[in-house]
């Protein structure tokens, strides 16, 4: 099956407990996502998955609600270099939603 990332924002600056909380529910759409912090922007991460999930997390609306922090998605690809110079550039422009 081939990878897909996909990036998504939080409403807030994430802990590490927001990030393995947001990992054991996407685990339970795909037991081999991972979810991947950007460093540079504390409300961005990165979740790795197959290209038969991306529709079920594109479909959840406004987006994911993880422990009192949601997560909104934002870019689908690929290639997750893209995802990570889109979210250091947002950081960097103060754009993140």
């Known amino acids: 099956m081939s990878k897909r990332y996909m990036l998504f924002y939080a409403k807030s600056n994430l802990s590490e407990d927001d990030v393995r909380r947001l990992l054991e529910v996407v685990r339970g759409w795909h ?15 990165i979740i790795r998955t197959t290209n038969q999930i991306v529709p079920i997390l594109r479909g959840i609306k406004p987006g994911i609600k993880v422990g009192g922090v949601e997560f909104v998605s934002v870019l ?6 893209n995802l990570k110079k889109r979210a250091l550039e947002a950081a960097a422009n103060g754009k993140v939603p």
């Open 76 to 81: 689908t690809s690929g290639a997750i270099g």
């Open 31 to 45: 037991q081999a996502a991972k979810v991947i912090s950007v460093k540079g922007n504390p409300r961005a991460v």
